[in-house]
């Protein structure tokens, strides 16, 4: 199923584990996307481990296959947006979830997570691999 995808920290982590359908269902994709959020997230994971610069190598690799995007300024517009409504709504979710919705949400992409409080975000697209 072709697309345009976002790729949360999740999927990406499972991806590097070892998870062949998502390498199927990636290389079937239009355009992948990453954000600077999750990469931010990936490496702090690589600082944290045992093979801290294989897996920081790893992750550039897989970020140079990628567009990665930065935090912009309508983007950054979004994730106020965003975090307002889920705030009234009382249905917060993690902070660096806010940002990857406001990035799908700013450039029409669907999140492909395996995390379900992406589910709280209004006129999101979430799929999980």
Same mark, same amino acid.
């Given at each position: 199923?072709?697309?345009?995808?976002?790729?949360?920290?999740?999927?990406?982590?499972?991806?590097?584990?070892?998870?062949?359908?998502?390498?199927?269902?990636?290389?079937?994709?239009?355009?992948?996307?990453?954000?600077?959020?999750?990469?931010?997230?990936?490496?702090?994971?690589?600082?944290?481990?045992?093979?801290?610069?294989?897996?920081?190598?790893?992750?550039?690799?897989? %970020?140079? +296959?990628?567009?990665?995007?930065?935090?912009?300024?309508?983007?950054? @517009?979004?994730?106020?947006? !965003?975090? #307002? /409504?889920?705030?009234?709504?009382?249905?917060?979710?993690?902070?660096?979830?806010?940002?990857?919705? %406001?990035? +799908?949400?700013?450039?029409?992409?669907?999140?492909?997570?395996?995390? @379900?409080?992406?589910?709280? !975000?209004? #006129? /999101?697209?979430?799929?999980?691999?």
């Amino acid at each position: 199923m072709p697309g345009r995808y976002l790729l949360d920290t999740s999927i990406v982590v499972a991806l590097f584990q070892g998870g062949p359908a998502i390498q199927a269902r990636l290389a079937e994709a239009a355009e992948v996307f990453l954000p600077s959020v999750v990469l931010g997230e990936l490496h702090y994971g690589a600082v944290r481990s045992g093979r801290s610069e294989a897996n920081a190598a790893r992750i550039d690799d897989f %970020a140079g +296959a990628c567009t990665v995007l930065p935090i912009d300024a309508p983007t950054a @517009r979004r994730y106020g947006q !965003v975090k #307002g /409504l889920l705030r009234a709504r009382g249905r917060l979710i993690p902070e660096n979830d806010v940002w990857i919705a %406001a990035y +799908a949400l700013e450039h029409g992409l669907v999140v492909v997570t395996r995390d @379900r409080h992406f589910d709280e !975000v209004e #006129g /999101l697209t979430s799929v999980a691999w």
